[in-house]
T-cell receptor, first 113, second 111 residues
Framework: SQTIHQWPATLVQPVGSPLSLECTVE??????LYWYRQAAGRGLQLLFY??????ISSEVPQNLSASRPQDRQFILSSKKLLLSDSGFYLC????????????FGPGTRLTVL | QKEVEQNSGPLSVPEGAIASLNCTYS??????FFWYRQYSGKSPELIMF????GDKEDGRFTAQLNKASQYVSLLIRDSQPSDSATYLC???????????FGSGTRLQVQP
């Protein structure tokens, strides 16, 4: 069966510090991978998606970036965090087929102080 | 950009009642729709999907799709306090190969 991991689970960082969040998927190959952010009390905002190694599409121009160095690894980064980067970061993957069902990882709670 | 709209709630129902959650979408080309449940502080979990007009039942949950009206709903029968959560509706945006989510409806089931 497929599983998706994210770490760290929680993170508290000062403004201006760098960020690296990691997501890995097990039990599948060549998945579509996604990074979402959910601000407190808000909906899901798609940040990046990737259909393959080295292929990244950005949805929101901001101080975040994403990379996919391996087939089942997706990394979200920032060189300098802003207060507005606080939120719940979710990695997701899509199982192929007609329904394209999307599954989420457990998430990383980021607080920028 | 494709849009999915939901009433943010909260929707409050007594235990044992039927909860009705609604969602509208803008893309007439959307073929499948998803309902996720999100407990506070947790990631969304899939409840069910539907891609044919009509009803689809799974236990206490029934999804209803009306493509002509661009309307999707989720009915929860015999609501339990454990059903209290935010319910997210989603539709595929084939152009971006991603799901577009509504902002979610918060459901409160009163014991």
């Amino acid at each position: 069966s497929q599983t998706i991991h994210q770490w760290p689970a929680t993170l508290v960082q000062p403004v201006g510090s760098p960020l690296s969040l990691e997501c890995t998927v097990e039990g599948t190959s060549n998945p579509n991978l996604y990074w979402y952010r959910q601000a407190a009390g808000r909906g899901l905002q798609l940040l990046f998606y990737s259909v393959g190694i080295g292929q990244i599409s950005s949805e929101v121009p901001q101080n975040l970036s994403a990379s996919r160095p391996q087939d089942r690894q997706f990394i979200l980064s920032s060189k300098k965090l802003l207060l507005s980067d606080s939120g719940f970061y979710l990695c997701a993957w899509i199982a192929g087929g007609i329904t394209d069902t999307q599954y989420f990882g457990p998430g990383t709670r980021l607080t920028v102080l | 950009q494709k849009e999915v709209e939901q009433n943010s709630g909260p929707l409050s129902v007594p235990e044992g009642a039927i909860a009705s959650l609604n969602c509208t979408y803008s893309d007439r080309g959307s073929q499948s729709f998803f309902w996720y449940r999100q407990y506070s502080g947790k990631s969304p979990e899939l409840i069910m999907f539907i891609y044919s007009n009509g009803d689809k039942e799974d236990g206490r949950f029934t999804a209803q799709l009306n493509k002509a009206s661009q309307y999707v709903s989720l009915l929860i029968r015999d609501s339990q306090p454990s059903d209290s959560a935010t319910y997210l509706c989603a539709a595929p945006d084939t152009g971006r190969r991603a799901l577009t989510f509504g902002s979610g409806t918060r459901l409160q089931v009163q014991p």
